[in-house]
Each structure stands twice: as structure tokens, then as C-alpha cells.
């Protein structure tokens, strides 16, 4: 049975005396060194070449993510799982991207630390669900972003224009009002109103209302 070397990375004492307690009394394992910031990570990676690294994110000199960048250019095999707390779940993406094989909450019970551990370094990715829920937000919200840049551009470049009118609608859809609340402020009937909006989509290549008014909004269409 080998050994997994464990190297602790972590700016709080008493919570890196806790993990080598939990993981010393494990057969498979073994914490072999600590860190008290990233930087000291970086550097005990290089000496010790531990097998897994248990990161905090939030920490001085060098922060767990550019710590797991380095971290992962000297030894590219390298396991290293974040320890993180909710507040810094805004780090899920940047954590993958440079390589961190999973996220464990630091309040987890100490089996399912070990266990989860293990796993992370045979390979399989570990997220809890509130982090794996987090990470789904965040990335839908990227996804969101990247394709209203992209059809922001594809507007720019068709050179798409509104009339007087479609722009006043477009300007109350911006302030919220329903097509029947529309129709009563600039009297017009709602059916008028429905084909002037499908002409705008049409225009701009999208049939969903929601969709429009954050283009209206992110390219500021109708302040040009």
C-alpha cells in the first residue's frame, strides 16, 4: 500500500494541527510539511514533492490560486484540492482553470474529508453541491456574457437600425411595461405592438424578450 504525502497549506495554525491529526491516523497517509501562505507552498512543493496539497485560498504573500499556478508547473501531476469556506466560492472557476482537482468545504465531517481526498486523487472531481451549484451559476453567468458580447458585436457589425417607433418601444420594454401597458401609453392596440417587437427581433436576430432588453442594455443601443 503507498503512501499519499500530504503537504497543509493554510495561514491558521490550529487548523493545519487539525488536519494532521485527522490524517495521521490514516494508513495511506501522511502530511510530510506545512505552509503558512502560498508562497511557502510554492516552495515546499519543490522540496518535499508531496503527492496531494490541501490549498486555502484566501492567504498572505501569495494567494491559493496563483499558488496552484506555480504549484502545478513544477510538478504538472501534482493533486491539489482547495479547501474552501462559502465566502470564497467566487474562486470555483480560476481553481479548475489552473488545475485544482476539486473543492472541499473546510466544515465537512473528518470521514468525508478523507474519503473525499482519496477520491480527488484517484482522479475524480470533487464538488460539493453547494460548490458544484455555485460553479453552475457562475458558469451560466459567463455563458450569458459570452454570447451577449458576441451578438453585441453581430449588431455592430449589420449595422441594425429601429425606427422612431420601434425605439420608443424598445425604451418602455427597457422600463419593464408589458406589451398591453405599452399599447395603452402610446396608444396603439397590443396586436400592433406584437408585430412591432417581432420586427425588432427579427432585426437583431433573437425571439426572446428577456434576451433583447439585455442587449438593449449592454450595448446601450438606444443611446446612440
Known amino acids: 500500500m503507498s503512501v499519499k504525502r500530504i503537504l497543509i497549506v493554510d495561514d491558521q495554525a490550529l487548523f493545519r494541527d487539525g488536519l494532521e491529526v485527522i490524517f495521521g491516523l490514516e494508513e495511506d497517509m501522511e502530511v510530510i510539511g506545512y505552509a503558512e ?48 469556506t462559502f465566502s470564497d466560492y467566487d474562486y470555483i472557476v480560476e481553481g479548475l482553470l489552473n488545475g485544482a482537482s476539486g473543492f472541499l468545504l473546510k466544515d465537512m465531517r473528518a470521514s468525508d474529508l478523507v474519503d473525499s481526498v482519496r477520491k480527488a486523487y484517484h482522479g475524480q472531481l470533487m464538488l ?77 436576430g433573437i425571439n426572446d424578450r428577456a434576451k433583447f432588453i439585455l442587449y438593449l442594455q449592454q450595448t446601450k443601443f438606444l443611446t446612440t
Not at 46 to 73: F, H, W
Not at 158 to 169: A, F, K, T
Open 37 to 84: 501562505d502560498g508562497q511557502q507552498a510554492v516552495e515546499q512543493v519543490r522540496t518535499l514533492s508531496p503527492d496531494i496539497v490541501l490549498m486555502d485560498i484566501q492567504m498572505p504573500v501569495l494567494n491559493g490560486i496563483e499558488s496552484i499556478k506555480q504549484c502545478k508547473a513544477i510538478a504538472p501531476d501534482l493533486c491539489v484540492i482547495i479547501l474552501t
Open 128 to 204: 460539493p453541491v453547494p460548490v458544484a451549484k455555485k460553479l453552475a451559476e457562475k458558469l451560466n453567468s459567463l455563458s450569458a456574457i459570452a454570447t451577449g458580447e458576441l451578438e453585441m458585436t453581430n449588431i455592430r457589425k449589420q449595422g441594425i437600425e429601429l425606427s422612431e417607433r420601434e425605439r420608443e418601444i424598445a425604451t418602455l420594454m427597457l422600463q419593464g411595461l408589458t406589451n398591453r401597458q405599452i399599447a395603452n401609453t402610446l396608444m396603439m392596440t397590443e396586436g400592433t405592438i406584437k408585430n412591432y417587437i417581432s420586427n425588432m427581433y427579427s432585426k437583431v
